[in-house]
């Protein structure tokens, strides 16, 4: 029986005080989940899929117009590189605005960023500074939209989604980034073949972009003629309640233990392996040809990216189903993950021999744990500070993984490192997640709001 006079919830100093009487109104007549829900789903799902193809669009094909471009290796790795260096510069004004404007104008302005830096690729296809230009400005403005492709999923699932939905959701809208930048691998290639004549290049080029270009006018379009901020109804009374204001929000997530335990345990685990993707070949290069190598390890990074895409939405699933228990599955995910590519590493340095089977089954395994396991951070990132806002909590954890995959990309730039020690790297990072998530106290504060609020709105009628 319900007889307190107060309903309280603290995180860190910050605290909600409702008088239950007040509440009560919002209890009884505005929680009520919407169908509209899934049309916002599929909006920003596809937000976050063209700015992940648009992303992947030049390393995929750089063996078709390297020559014919004229691009150096260094070159495709800027344009590349765009993609992080974009994130940090948005990710704290993205957060800023997700949390005090709503959902509608940062996912048009990213939406019309996608567009715009899309559209300056489709002019000029060539061997011209013009041509190149505009292909570092388009790919700098896609990298703008990054957070939101990242980060905004979790604030989107939380205004709209009822709690035994929110996970699910979630992990939808986050693997669509993984989808479009696994998916540019194989269409770029099968647009510009390598072995394309060099007269038909450009053309091709210009095809790929335009298809690209139009990819991203939809998704606009979209977003632009029906995305509002919020439902006409709350879906749950946490999306109705009063979050920390943006510069409290960042004073206690900097002091909080446990956030930091979940940031860090998902930026070293995740940016390590998105960084080791690029010494995938030279690792393969230890037992297989320079050519087979190349492309063994983007087959591979393409069966691991759509492999985390599947196990990303059964992991949300299971977390709605099972009413959280995310640190279980999480530590799990990264035991697994851990003996995975140990298997691998050893694959490569001669200890275990080394089979088509066995480093594609270790790859794929330790790929397709890595990239399920974001969304189930998010949520449990948000569940664990709230009521700081969503879109600060998220904008933080998912700046850590780029950090950690630039501090590992710059790495290599150090004399006489080789190869080989990415390999460890990333075992010992899979490792520290495991280790670390054993420390972390589990509490789902966001949750038992919802989950309190029918019994309270009983007890006051």
């Known amino acids: 029986m319900f007889n307190s006079q107060l309903w309280f919830i603290s995180i860190t100093s910050y605290h909600m005080v409702l008088d239950p009487h007040e509440a009560q109104p919002l209890l009884a007549a505005t929680v009520k989940p919407t169908a509209l829900r899934w049309w916002m789903c599929f909006v920003l799902s596809a937000i976050a899929f063209v700015q992940g193809w648009v992303w992947n669009t030049w390393s995929p094909i750089a063996p078709a117009i390297q020559d014919e471009f004229q691009w150096s290796d260094g070159t495709f790795a800027l344009l590349a ?40 690729r489709c002019f000029r296809a060539d061997d011209s500074t013009l ?117 409290g929000g960042m004073r206690a997530l900097a002091s909080s233990g446990q956030f930091w335990i979940i940031s860090l345990s998902y930026g070293i685990m995740t940016g390590t392996q998105t960084g080791w993707g690029s010494y995938l070949a030279p690792n393969l290069e230890n037992f297989l040809s320079s050519d087979t190598a190349e492309d063994t390890a983007a087959w591979l990074g393409f069966y691991s990216s759509v492999a985390g895409c599947v196990g990303s939405l059964v992991l949300g699933r299971m977390a709605d189903l099972l009413g959280g228990r995310m640190k279980l599955i999480l530590i799990v995910i990264n035991i697994i993950g851990t ?68 501090v590992f990309l710059i790495l290599p730039y150090l004399p ?13 990072a899979c490792a520290f997640g495991a280790i670390s998530m054993f420390f972390f106290k589990e509490n789902y504060r966001r949750m038992a709001v919802d989950r309190t609020a029918p019994a309270l709105a009983e007890t006051l009628n």
């Not at 909590?393 to 950090?403: K, P």
């Open 416 to 428: 006489s490192l080789g190869s080989s020690w990415a390999n460890w790297a990333v075992v010992a």
């Open 81 to 120: 590189n765009w993609g992080p260096i974009c994130y940090l510069v948005a990710v704290a004004p993205t957060s800023w605005l997700l949390d005090t404007r709503g959902l509608r104008l940062v996912c048009l302005i990213a939406a019309g960023g996608v567009f715009l830096g899309s559209g300056l």
């Open 131 to 247: 041509c190149l230009v505009l292909t570092h400005i388009g790919q700098a403005l896609n990298g703008l939209a990054g957070p939101v492709a990242m980060a905004a999923a979790p604030v989107l699932s939380a205004t709209w989604f009822p709690t035994e939905q929110r996970a699910t959701a979630t992990a939808i809208m986050a693997m669509a980034n993984t989808l479009g930048v696994a998916l540019a691998f194989v269409v770029g290639p099968a647009l510009v073949p390598s072995a394309t004549a060099p007269d038909d290049v450009s053309h091709r080029v210009l095809v790929y972009m335009w298809a690209s270009g139009a990819m991203a006018l939809a998704t606009f379009l979209c977003t632009f003629f029906y995305f509002p901020n919020r439902p006409p109804h709350a879906p749950t009374v946490s999306a109705s309640s009063t979050r920390v204001d943006f510069l």
């Open 339 to 406: 003996l995975a590519f140990l298997w691998f590493t050893l694959i490569c340095n001669g200890t275990l021999p080394a089979s088509t089977p066995g480093y594609y089954a270790s790859t794929i395994i330790g790929g397709l744990l890595v990239a399920s396991s974001p969304p189930l951070y998010y949520e449990l990132a948000v569940e664990t500070v709230y009521p700081i806002a969503e879109g600060l909590t998220t904008g933080w954890v998912t700046a850590m993984n780029n950090i950690a995959c630039g």
